[in-house]
């Protein structure tokens, strides 16, 4: 097995124990995708291009399959992604304040 491949399964197996907290996971439609794109502090425009190569650079870059392709794991860890840097955000803002 390839090293890319090995991560996949490890990442997806953390994943799974990880769990979403009753979180439920949101959907996969393209508005839903860019938006936590936003939540990461990046910006996807409306080209359904750019979204697919705004995916594809995410999932090579946490070690899925680059589809570019919004299924489940890769919505799994953009959502987790999305939200811990949201909850970052918070905790710089408190402790600026």
Do not use: C
């Not at 996949?8 to 393209?30: F, K, M, Q, R, Y």
């Not at 299924?71 to 860890?77: S, W």
């Amino acid at each position: 097995m390839s090293a890319r491949g090995m991560l996949s399964v490890v990442g997806t197996a953390v994943g799974g124990l990880i769990g979403w907290n009753g979180e439920p996971v949101p959907a996969a439609d393209p508005a839903a995708v860019r938006e936590l794109f936003a939540d990461l502090g990046l910006t996807v425009g409306p080209d359904p291009a750019g979204l697919d190569a705004a995916v594809r650079r995410f999932q090579d870059r946490v070690g899925l399959e680059p589809d570019g392709v919004a299924g489940p794991h890769t919505v799994h860890l953009l959502t987790r992604y999305a939200k811990e840097a949201r909850e970052l955000r918070r905790f710089e803002r408190a402790a600026a304040a």
